[in-house]
């Protein structure tokens, strides 16, 4: 703020009445107070008004010379030399022995801006980080929301789909049979049993993975870690699988080490091992190899089924584990399956601590790789 004045009217000395100024005062070329508005009597708190001047002093602003009746014009320190003083910025004008003092904002006045303004900015800054806070549980919501939704969809697929035409296929050839079995030689008779048997066993492993999924959602699946053989886990999932194989000429090859434990839930490992190797069957071609290896390294145990299969595209290796894009493909027999297999691996995998991930090129084959995650005994 600068005022330059050319006279000295009435109208300008009424400013101190009109609070046109922050602080303003006129006082008489002696130093007596004529008049000052209430900001600047506040200051003054000397006995001697004239006395509370320390830097300049009053007596400097009386021989100051300047341009016209502008003498002064800067910080004015007000108060009684101690470190409660106050700085103001201001204009002095002197005419007709007097001394005219307009002041604008001080320094404790910005200083108590400046703090006004850190504190905003830090009511912003936590109410960015709030909001932030917000978005991101907004969107885990919906994320959640979706995913629940896409299980809801799930499940009505499978039970108006996966589940109708089963029971459509077994309907169907029991009202043959029951129709038309007198008619019907032993030739015949065996092919609609055989496809009766096929049916009712794969709506019966549909019917346990969606009751697995169903119970893993609802938490109802007990996590019981222990000590376990992989090997032996291994083994007795072979001999149930092994018939399933041998329709096709597949062999079954395990490369585990004998005394390689598993720090792991037996069921969930079972159901891990029983979705991975009957994948890697249905999607084998006939005479082909499947492997189930394992190996201890630093962060746990790492096991490993791999086929020399159909293999499974870029593109279809990311939908694998989001559920709302699940898709099904048939196998190399025109097997077909619900898509939920993979999806409990990972839950179970994850209940673990661990982790489950892909590889896979077209037409070489695919492998799935399950990692354990290490504990000590004891």
Known sequence: MKHVFHEWTDEIIGTLDAGNYVYAGLFSQDGDLIRANPALLKLLVCEQPKDCFVNPN???????????????????????????????????????????????????????????MRHMNQEIIHLQRDVLKEKKELERTLSVLKEANATKDKFLSVIAHDLKNPFQILM????????SYKELNEEQVNEQLTIIHKTVHKTYDLLEDLLTWSRVQLGRIRYQPDHLPLEQLVSESLFVLTAQANKKQIKLMREIPSDLEVYADE?????????????????????????????????GVLLSVQDEGVGISRENQQKLWILSEQFTTRGTDD???????????????ERHGGSI??????????????????IPKG
């Open 58 to 116: 009053f007596e400097t602003l009386k021989r100051l010379k300047g341009k016209g009746s502008y003498v002064y014009g800067g910080f004015m320190t007000i108060g009684k030399g101690t470190n409660e003083d106050v700085s103001i910025l201001v204009n002095v004008f002197r005419k007709n022995q007097q001394l005219l003092i307009l002041g604008g904002a001080d320094v404790q006045q910005l200083e108590q801006q400046n703090d006004a």
């Open 172 to 179: 169907g050839f029991s009202d043959i049979l029951l129709e």
């Open 267 to 299: 069921q969930m490992v079972n159901m891990i091992l029983r979705n991975l190797i009957t994948n890697a069957i249905k999607f084998s071609h006939r005479g082909g190899q499947i492997f189930i290896r394992a190996q201890a390294r630093p962060d």
């Open 335 to 349: 097997e077909e399956g619900s898509g939920l297999g993979l999806l409990l691996c990972k839950e179970f995998a």
């Open 357 to 374: 991930t892909v590889e896979s090129e077209l037409g070489k084959g695919t492998a799935f790789h399950i990692l354990f995650p290490g």
